[in-house]
């Protein structure tokens, strides 16, 4: 019998002996393995923290104790020990297990995560809720090296030491993000990493004990060790210990029963403590430990080769950003180009490996990426900044206070816009127009295709002042090529100019929409259709002029109803009275969970046939 039947629920693994757990981490590994094959998924996160979380579950109890796992890419583990191992087979797909922790799915996942850095401050939120409740549990965060690039963490780091109360932060350290870690603090990581051997469990604790005023240092007489290994311990992590947060490492995040020791021990101090963890990202897996970065999120595999099951063959769109960028910086060498911790994901690192000069991976720091790019623009040059959509949320404020309100010269490239698929709610890039399009001085576009892409981004080079470009996650379009009227200042484009009712379609629906339009045109409906490209400002010139013979306008967009372009046109429609019925399809006041995107858009009635139906019934709507 395999040792992982017998883990069905919550704190079975303290039932297995101890010469079994190492066993045991084979069975998890190869369990992994063999479903990401089959799901996709983060898979080199997972294999490298088997021990970690092992050693975790052995200390805590579930779900008394509070785990928070920061972006909770890596909680597989945990959840395979937390009784949801027969759901891995449904990970990540509609309906089914997340890849992220959810506290709707088990008691045992304490905090929802998906962005980073935010782990520290949960935790220690928790921490003090429970001093002031007067309850006992134990509170700790697991955060990797390339989360602890986020600025979240210093906030939280900063705050932790005027709070003198038990919380454990567990710092992953596999010296990856996705790509290569950057940065001051992964020079710092790696220098504590290769610094000194790994300390014994004692060593350490000792050193945590000698800093705990009185007490402490009788406790730490008992252990009994020579003066000599208490000389020794004070110079490690000596950053944190100036914050006040007590440091403990590098330990081996692969030896469990060293991690268990010394998480036993640091639960019972009455102080923030950081236990660094020294692990190998995509550990026990040959294709995973040499390319970690492929394997960190992954589609379905060959366990063999390692190879991805449906390579693409079409480029996506951010090939088609990248490959332009390219261009465009070949030509212009005021075009810098900013990434935070995802240049692959973005497509900044092609950019970086013909112009490392001009290229900046910044870290997980968004927020920083924005204000650093003021900062560029602002001396003159014209930086490109890429960041996801969702992500992007994070520094609003930067886009308005930074950015938009000095007016300055900053592009903003915004990958995976729409629906992402399979991340779910916390990925999902459905809020970038409701939240860029009410900041004065702010232009969006969203293109309908490839061809389009690079002609919005040349116009935003010449352009000066701040232009958000969107497109969405996946293959490019190449359909619809033959119109391609020139860019113009908020100029929606006209596909076909028909009567009585007019689509207007958003960015990446204009591909769905299309087949809707083909549908009305072989039934000899003669409708309009429009590409709206310029989300803000909005074309009212093309509103008032589509008001004197359409009686309907259907707007289709894959993003957020309220605020979003549809509503935008609404508005105007509504304050200037026109003779002209507004409907908008977009996604409801709502969060999206994960499935394929077409799954995604039946649910959400954002589909071609769904649309289609509803706009037979357009002259109901109000
Ligand atoms: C705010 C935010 N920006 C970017 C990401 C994308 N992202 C997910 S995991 C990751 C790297 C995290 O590295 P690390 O914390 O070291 O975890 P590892 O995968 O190495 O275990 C990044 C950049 C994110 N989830 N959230
Ligand atoms: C966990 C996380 O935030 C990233 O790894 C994200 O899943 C990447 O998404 P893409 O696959 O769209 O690059
Ligand atoms: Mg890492």
Redesign the pocket.
């Known amino acids: 019998m395999n040792i992982l039947d017998r883990i069905n629920k919550e704190n079975d693994i303290k039932n297995i002996d101890s010469e079994e757990l190492p066993r045991l981490a084979e069975e998890i590994r190869e369990f992994l393995v063999s479903h990401v094959s089959e799901t996709g998924g983060?898979l080199?996160?997972n294999l490298?923290?088997v021990e970690l979380t092992m050693a975790l579950h052995r200390v805590l109890n579930f779900p008394e104790d509070k785990l928070i796992w920061?972006?909770g890419?890596?909680s597989y583990v945990h959840k395979i020990l937390t009784g949801r191992k027969d759901e891995m087979g449904s990970l990540r797909q509609f309906g089914g297990m997340s890849g992220f922790p959810k506290t709707s799915e088990s008691p045992c996942d304490a905090f929802n995560t998906?962005?980073?850095?935010t782990s520290i401050s949960a935790a220690l939120g928790m921490a003090c809720a429970r001093s002031i409740k007067g309850t006992h549990e134990n509170i700790a965060a697991v955060?990797?090296?390339?989360?602890?690039t986020?600025g979240m963490v210093y906030e939280a780091m900063n705050n932790m030491a005027d709070i003198k109360t038990s919380c454990l932060v567990v710092l992953?350290d596999?010296n990856?993000?996705?790509d290569q870690?950057v940065g001051g603090m992964s020079t710092y990581l790696s220098k504590l990493r290769v610094g000194q051997q790994y300390n014994d469990f004692k060593g350490n604790v000792e050193k945590v004990l000698m800093k705990i005023p009185v007490a402490g240092e009788r406790l730490a007489k008992g252990l009994k060790k020579s003066k000599d290994s208490i000389k020794q311990i004070l110079v490690p992590g000596m950053f944190f210990e100036e914050l006040g947060v007590t440091y403990i490492g590098p330990i081996d995040g692969h030896d469990i029963e060293t991690m268990e020791a010394t998480f036993r021990k640091a639960l019972k101090l009455d102080r923030p403590i950081l236990v660094h963890v020294k692990t190998v990202?995509g550990k026990g897996y040959v294709h995973a430990e040499r390319h970690p970065s492929y394997f960190?999120g992954v589609e379905p595999f060959d366990i063999r080769t390692g190879h991805v099951i449906k390579e693409k063959k079409t480029m996506s769109n951010t090939g088609v950003f990248a490959r332009k960028l390219i261009e465009l910086g070949r030509t212009d060498d005021r075009i810098v180009a900013i990434t935070?911790?995802?240049g692959k994901g973005t497509g900044v690192s092609a950019f970086a490996e013909k112009f490392p000069e001009r290229a900046f991976d910044v870290g997980?720091a968004?927020e920083h990426a924005v204000t650093f790019a003021a900062g560029l623009a602002a001396s003159g040059l014209v930086p490109v900044v890429a960041i996801?959509s969702s992500?992007l949320q994070?520094a609003y404020d930067q886009i308005l206070h930074d950015v938009c309100l000095q007016n300055l010269h900053v592009i903003f490239a915004i990958d995976r816009s729409g629906l992402v698929g399979a991340d779910g709610d916390t990925h999902q890039g459905i809020f970038d127009t409701a939240f860029l399009s009410h900041i004065p001085n702010m232009t969006v576009i969203a293109p309908k295709n490839r061809y389009e892409l690079t002609k919005a981004m040349e116009w935003a080079v010449g352009y000066d002042g701040p232009v958000a470009i969107k497109y969405s996650r996946g293959d490019a379009y190449y359909g619809l090529s033959e119109y391609n009227v020139p860019f113009e200042k908020g100029k929606s484009e006209i596909i076909h100019r028909g009567r009585g009712l007019a689509i207007m379609a958003v960015g990446n629906m204009v591909q769905e929409t299309e087949k809707i339009y083909n549908r009305y045109i072989s039934e000899d409906d003669d409708v309009t259709f429009v590409n709206a490209r310029f989300l803000k400002p909005l074309d009212t010139e093309l509103i008032d002029d589509l008001s004197h013979d359409h009686d309907r306008i259907v707007v289709i967009e894959e993003g957020i109803k309220r605020g979003g372009y549809g509503s935008a046109v609404e508005e105007y429609v509504e304050e200037h009275g026109l003779p002209v019925k507004v409907m908008t399809c977009a996604i409801d006041d709502r969060f999206v969970p994960q499935g394929t995107v077409s799954e995604l858009r039946r649910m959400l009635g954002l589909d071609a046939d769904s649309i289609y139906d509803r706009i037979g019934h357009a002259d109901t709507i109000q």
């Open positions: 983060h080199a996160p490298g923290c920061d972006v890419h890596q998906g962005h980073s850095s955060i990797g090296d390339g989360s602890f986020g992953n596999n990856m993000s996705i870690n990202k960190h935070a911790a995802m997980i968004e996801y992500f994070r």
